[in-house]
C-alpha cells in the first residue's frame, strides 16, 4: 500500500518538476531595433496603386517547383510592379530543402550543400502548413479564396487579377539607408498612409531578400539531368528586419482612421561576406492581425 | 522535454493499471444476471439525460438600443447524454446554436455539433476517463473546469484524467488536456495533479469524535508554444516567455463540533499574459473561510487576497474563454432583481482583497413563539491592492495587508416572516457602493456609485394551491447623473405579479422602470410576462418583453448582455 501512495506521489512530483519556467530578469531581449539619425521625408503618393504578395514555399530539391517559380515570373510580366514575391525555403518542407554532404566522396558534383532554410520560411511555413499540404505551394496575399489560404501555383494568376481588382486600402513606401555608420547596418523606412479607415489591429513586417542566387536546382523538366547546376533563384527570403516573423504592430488603437500616417525605421546587421548586397530587396507588407490577410504589399531594392 | 512528460505519463498510467490486475478476478463487474433455466439476461445498462432550449424572437426597438436581429430567430439548445453500465459509463452532449447564439452570448459559439464526449471507467480504487471532463481541485483557485450554461461559460478538459484511491481517506488525480475554445481548443496544454487527505476517514477514531481535518495539494501547469509578444514598454524588445507555466496550493479544512474551517494558499510562478499587461510579477491567492451553526443561529466569515492569478491556458486571451482557475466570490447573491442586476460583483481576478461575514438567526420561541422572525444580515466588501509600479515588466510591488481603493461594499438585512397560514412576507434594505468601471470593467476612470436598495415581497395563499405573490422593489442612487448616454443610469423601480396554481401551472408579469435616469428618453420601462408549465421534470415558459441592456453575473463571472426584445421560449426536461 505505502509502494502505491509513493508511487502516486512520484507522479505528482514529476508535474513538479516538468512543469514550471521562471523567467529571471531582464524579461526582454532585443527584438527589431530602430534607426538612429533623423526620420527620411516621405510624399504621398498621388495616385497609389494595389500590390500582391505571393509566398512561394519552395525547395531546391523540389523537382516541380521551378514550375511555381516560371509561375511568378509569367504573373510578374502581366503586372509589372504590382507583384512582390518571397520565396520561401522551410524546415519543414524534408528532404525538398535539406542539404546533402559536403564531401566530393559521397556527394562528387557538390550538389545541394548550400542551405536556403531559414526560421522566417519556416514559422510562415508552420503557419499555414504549405509543406504538410504539398510543394509547390504558398498564399497569394495570405487570403483565404475559399479553399484556405494556401492554393496550388496554377490559380496564382487568377487569384492576383481578383485581388488587384480592389483599389488599395494602404499607400506603402520604403526608403533604405546601407552602411551609414560604417557598422554593415541597414536602416530601413516603412511609410504606409491608410487611403481609407481599416478596422482592426495590423501589423508590418519588413523583409530581406536575396535575389538571383545561383545555386543547384532540381527540375524535372530539365534534360538531359534534372539536377541543374546553375538555377537561378529569386526572391529568397533571408531575414526578417523587424526581428521578428511576424512583425510589428501598425495601429495601436482598433482602428486606423482615413489618411492616418505611419513612420517607422528598423535596423538589421547584413553580413557582406554571406550575401550579395547589390541582390538584396527590402520587402515590406502590411496584414490583418486577425484574419492574416495582407492589405499592402511594397519593395525596394536595399542599394540604390 | 515534453517527450520525457509524455513518456512519464504513459508509464505512469500504464503501472497503475497493472498494478490493479491483481485484482480484476475478485472485483470483475457482474453486468449479467443468470437465470433460473441457466441462460444470462443480459444487463443493457442505462441511460440518462437532459435536454434545454432557449428561443427567442426578436422584434426591433431602437429606444432600448437593441441590436437588429437580421434572422428575428436564435436559439440556444442541448442534449445530455449519459450511458452508464456497472463501472463503465459514457456520455455526450449535442449543442446547437441556430442559426446564432441567442444575443449576449458568443457569437463564437455559432453552429452545432457534439463537443462533449467521454468514456470512464472504474476498476478498484482506480477511474479513468478519457474525453471530455470537468474537474475542481480544492476551491479552484489552481484548476477548475466547469460549465455555467447561464453564462455561455464552458471551459471543460479534453484529454485523459486518473483518479487513484489506494486506501479510503486519500484520492489521488492527474489529468492531460486541452481546454475547449468554443468548437475547438485553446493552445494550451494543461497537466495536473491533486491530492486529498481526509482523516476522518483514514482514522475512524477522530470521526466518532465528530473531528474533521482534511489537507490537500494541487499542482496545474500549463503549457504554451512560444511566439513574439512585443514588449509592451519597449517596442524594441520581444518578451522571453515561459513556456511552462506552473500554479500549486495547498489547503486545510478542520471542524470540530459545530465549528468549521476550509483555508487555501496558492501561488503561480511568473505568468505574462494579455489580462496583467504582460507582467512577471508572480501570483498569489488566499482564501479562508470559518463558519458556526447551531440550531437558529449560523455565522460565516470568509476572506481571500488575491494578486495577479487570472490563469489561462492561452496567454492571449481575455473574457471568458479558457480560464483554468477559480476565484470564489464573497458577496451574497441577491435573488432578487435590482439587487442582482444592476450593479453585480465581478471578480477581480489580477487583485482584490475581499472580506464578507454572514449572520443567519431565527427568533426565539419566546419572542414569537408561533412564527418565528428568520433574519440574514450580511456584510461585504471588496477593495483593489495597494500597489506601487514599478515601472519595468515584474509590474509592481505591493503590501500583504495593503488595500487599495474600494471597489465594492455591500451591506444588507433581510427579514422572513411568516404571518399567518396564508400570508409571509421578505423585506430586504442593502446598501451598495460600486465603483463601476472597475468593477465592470469600462475603463480604469473611477465611476464610484452609492445606492440604497428596498425590497418588499408578499405571497398570499389565498385557496390551497393558489398563491399571489407581489413585489415592489426600488434603487435609488445620485451618483450617475452625468452618464447621460447610459440607459441603466440613476435610480430604478420594479413591480412583480406572480399568480401560481400549483403544481403545474405560473403567470407573472415584471415592469423595471429606470424612473431616475437623467435623460428623459431613457425613463424606459421593461415589462415583461411569463406563463410556465411544471409537470415532474419538465419545466416549460415561454414570454415576451424587454430584456435590459447590462451585465450577467454568477459567482463573480459575468458576462454582458445587450438589449433586447421579443418573444421567449424555455424548455427544460430530464430522464
Known amino acids: 500500500m505505502k ?105 562528387p558534383s557538390l550538389k545541394y550543400i548550400y542551405d536556403f532554410r531559414n526560421t522566417p520560411s519556416t514559422e510562415i511555413d508552420n503557419q499555414f502548413g504549405v509543406s504538410s499540404i504539398g510543394l509547390p505551394g504558398g498564399m497569394v496575399n495570405r487570403k483565404d479564396f475559399g479553399g484556405g489560404p494556401v492554393v496550388s501555383y496554377t490559380n496564382w494568376s487568377t487569384y492576383t487579377a481578383s485581388v488587384l481588382a480592389s483599389p488599395p486600402d494602404i499607400d506603402l513606401q520604403l526608403q533604405n539607408f546601407w552602411n551609414t555608420n560604417n557598422d554593415s547596418s541597414l536602416c530601413s523606412y516603412f511609410y504606409a498612409r491608410a487611403l481609407n479607415s481599416l478596422s482592426g489591429d495590423y501589423k508590418i513586417c519588413l523583409f530581406l531578400t536575396e535575389d538571383s542566387i545561383v545555386k543547384w536546382q532540381k527540375d524535372y523538366l530539365a534534360s538531359p539531368s534534372t539536377d541543374l547546376q546553375f538555377y537561378v533563384h529569386h526572391h529568397v527570403l533571408r531575414s526578417s528586419i523587424t526581428g521578428t516573423t511576424w512583425g510589428v504592430p501598425l495601429n495601436s488603437t482598433t482602428n486606423i482612421a482615413s489618411g492616418e500616417t505611419f513612420i517607422e525605421g528598423y535596423s538589421t546587421k547584413i553580413d557582406p561576406s554571406l550575401w550579395n548586397l547589390d541582390h538584396l530587396y527590402v520587402v515590406a507588407f502590411v496584414y490583418n492581425a486577425t484574419t492574416l490577410e495582407v492589405v499592402q504589399a511594397e519593395e525596394l531594392k536595399m542599394l540604390p | ?176 488536456g486541452k481546454q475547449r475554445f468554443f468548437w475547438s481548443w485553446g493552445p494550451g496544454l494543461i497537466k495536473g495533479f491533486n491530492t486529498d487527505i481526509n482523516f476522518a476517514d483514514l482514522f475512524p477514531k477522530l470521526g466518532e469524535k465528530k473531528i474533521k481535518l482534511m489537507v490537500g495539494g494541487s499542482f496545474v501547469s500549463k503549457y504554451q508554444d512560444n ?66 451553526a447551531q440550531k437558529g443561529l449560523g455565522i460565516t466569515v470568509q476572506a481571500k487576497r488575491i494578486e495577479n492569478f487570472d490563469f489561462r491556458s492561452d496567454r492571449n486571451m481575455t473574457g471568458q474563454p479558457l480560464l483554468m482557475n477559480f476565484i470564489p466570490m464573497l458577496n451574497k447573491q441577491h435573488t432578487y432583481a435590482l439587487a442582482a442586476t444592476i450593479y453585480p460583483y465581478a471578480v477581480q481576478t489580477n487583485g482584490e482583497l475581499g472580506l464578507q461575514a454572514d449572520i443567519n438567526f431565527t427568533t426565539p420561541k419566546w419572542v414569537a413563539k408561533k412564527y418565528p422572525t428568520q433574519v440574514n444580515i450580511n456584510f461585504s466588501m471588496v477593495n483593489a491592492l495597494d500597489t506601487n ?98 440607459r441603466t443610469n440613476g435610480s430604478w423601480v420594479m413591480g412583480l405579479a406572480e399568480y401560481t396554481f400549483s403544481p403545474h401551472f405560473f403567470v407573472s408579469v415584471m415592469d423595471q422602470w429606470n424612473v431616475g435616469n437623467p435623460t428623459e428618453d431613457f425613463q424606459i420601462h421593461y415589462i415583461t410576462g411569463i406563463v410556465g408549465y411544471n409537470n415532474g421534470s419538465t419545466r416549460i415558459t415561454f414570454g415576451y418583453g424587454r430584456q435590459r441592456a447590462g451585465i450577467i453575473c454568477i459567482g463573480g463571472v459575468c458576462r454582458q448582455v445587450p438589449a433586447a426584445n421579443g418573444f421567449t421560449l424555455s424548455i427544460m426536461s430530464s430522464f
Open chain 1, 3 to 107: 509502494s502505491k501512495i509513493a508511487f502516486g506521489v512520484f507522479i505528482g512530483l514529476m508535474f513538479v518538476f516538468y512543469g514550471c519556467d521562471y523567467i529571471e530578469a531582464p524579461y526582454a531581449t532585443d527584438g527589431p531595433q530602430g534607426c538612429t539619425g533623423s526620420t527620411p521625408v516621405f510624399t504621398a503618393n498621388p495616385s497609389p496603386v494595389r500590390k500582391v504578395l505571393i509566398e512561394d514555399v519552395t525547395g531546391h530539391r523540389c523537382g516541380n517547383c521551378p514550375r511555381a517559380a516560371e509561375t511568378i515570373a509569367s504573373i510578374m510580366a502581366s503586372y509589372p510592379d504590382q507583384v512582390v514575391a518571397l520565396g520561401l525555403h522551410s524546415s519543414l518542407s524534408g528532404s525538398f530543402t535539406d542539404i546533402l554532404p559536403n564531401d566530393t566522396i559521397t556527394n
Open chain 2, 1 to 176: 522535454m515534453k517527450k520525457i512528460f509524455l513518456a512519464t505519463i504513459i508509464v505512469a498510467f500504464s503501472t497503475l493499471l497493472s498494478a490493479q490486475t491483481d485484482k480484476t478476478d475478485s472485483t470483475k463487474t457482474k453486468l449479467d444476471k443468470k437465470l433460473s433455466d441457466g441462460t444470462k439476461e443480459v444487463n443493457w445498462g442505462t441511460i440518462h439525460g437532459n435536454f434545454g432550449l432557449d428561443a427567442q424572437y426578436y422584434f426591433n426597438d431602437s429606444l432600448i438600443a437593441a441590436p437588429v436581429v437580421p434572422e428575428k430567430f436564435r436559439m440556444n439548445g442541448f442534449l445530455n447524454l449519459v450511458y452508464t453500465n456497472g463501472n463503465f459509463s459514457a456520455g455526450l452532449r449535442y449543442e446547437a446554436y441556430l442559426p446564432k447564439p441567442l444575443l449576449g452570448f458568443d457569437a463564437r459559439y455559432e453552429g452545432q455539433g457534439i463537443p462533449f464526449r467521454y468514456a470512464s471507467y472504474k476498476l478498484g480504487g482506480l477511474e479513468v476517463t478519457a474525453g471530455t471532463f470537468y474537474e475542481q481541485f480544492g476551491n479552484g483557485l489552481v484548476l477548475r473546469a466547469y460549465e455555467e450554461r447561464s453564462l455561455g461559460f464552458d471551459n471543460f478538459i479534453d484529454g485523459f484524467r486518473a483518479k487513484y484511491t489506494p486506501i479510503q481517506g486519500i484520492t489521488l488525480t492527474g489529468l492531460v
Open chain 2, 227 to 292: 511566439e513574439d509578444i512585443v514588449n509592451p514598454l519597449d517596442p524594441n524588445q520581444i518578451l522571453n516567455l515561459p513556456l511552462n507555466v506552473g500554479a500549486w496550493s495547498g489547503r486545510l479544512g478542520f471542524g470540530v463540533g459545530r465549528f468549521s474551517m476550509n483555508a487555501e494558499l496558492a501561488y503561480k510562478i511568473n505568468d505574462p499574459n494579455r489580462t496583467n499587461g504582460y507582467i512577471y510579477k508572480p501570483g498569489s491567492a488566499f482564501y479562508f473561510s470559518a463558519s458556526y
Open chain 2, 389 to 486: 509600479i514599478t515601472g519595468d515588466l515584474y509590474g509592481y510591488r505591493t503590501d500583504v495587508f495593503g488595500f487599495g481603493r474600494q471597489l465594492y461594499m455591500d451591506a444588507n438585512i433581510e427579514i422572513s416572516q411568516k404571518v399567518s397560514k396564508k400570508v409571509k412576507f421578505n423585506l430586504m434594505y442593502m446598501y451598495l457602493f460600486i465603483d463601476k468601471n472597475l468593477v465592470q470593467g469600462f475603463g480604469s476612470t473611477p465611476r464610484p456609485i452609492n445606492s440604497h436598495i428596498i425590497v418588499a415581497d408578499v405571497s398570499y395563499k389565498f385557496l390551497p394551491k393558489h398563491t399571489i405573490r407581489l413585489e415592489a422593489q426600488g434603487l435609488i442612487t445620485e451618483q450617475e447623473m452625468e452618464h447621460l448616454d447610459d
